[in-house]
């Protein structure tokens, strides 16, 4: 099995920037995807960005290209979220997930696609 534990958020003002962590342990050799995923007061869980593990094809919401930007460290068995330009609407639990699964249907945006799921990190923009 994989554990996650993720990192790095707090309060931030508008247009600021933060960078969440997230530490794989256990069977990470079997990682084939990772991904954030984020949920606000009253809405549903949405998908944020992922990243292959080979490879490192990177994918994003709309809602964050060009703001966000997802990488990993392998040796280090970590995946980042750099977040900049924070606004009010990025205000959210932001969980990381890994797929690691023998088979991966390619939906990276979905969240039955991930196997492992960390506890998540509170992430609050204010004015």
């Known amino acids: 099995q994989v554990q996650l534990v993720e990192s790095g958020g707090g309060l931030v003002q508008a247009g600021g920037s933060l960078r969440l962590s997230c530490a794989a342990s256990?069977?990470?050799?079997?990682?084939?995807?990772m991904g954030w995923f984020r949920q606000a007061p009253g809405k549903e869980r949405e998908f944020v960005a992922a990243i292959k593990w080979s490879g490192g094809s990177t994918y994003y919401a709309d809602s964050v290209k060009g703001r966000f930007t997802i990488s990993r460290d392998n040796a280090k068995n970590t995946v980042y979220l750099q977040m900049n330009t924070l606004n009010s609407e990025d205000t959210a639990v932001y969980s990381c997930a890994a797929n690691s699964r023998r088979y991966y249907s390619g939906s990276y945006y979905r969240g039955y696609e991930y196997d492992s799921w960390g506890q998540g990190t509170q992430v609050t923009v204010s004015s």
């Open positions: 256990g069977r990470t050799f079997s990682i084939i995807v």
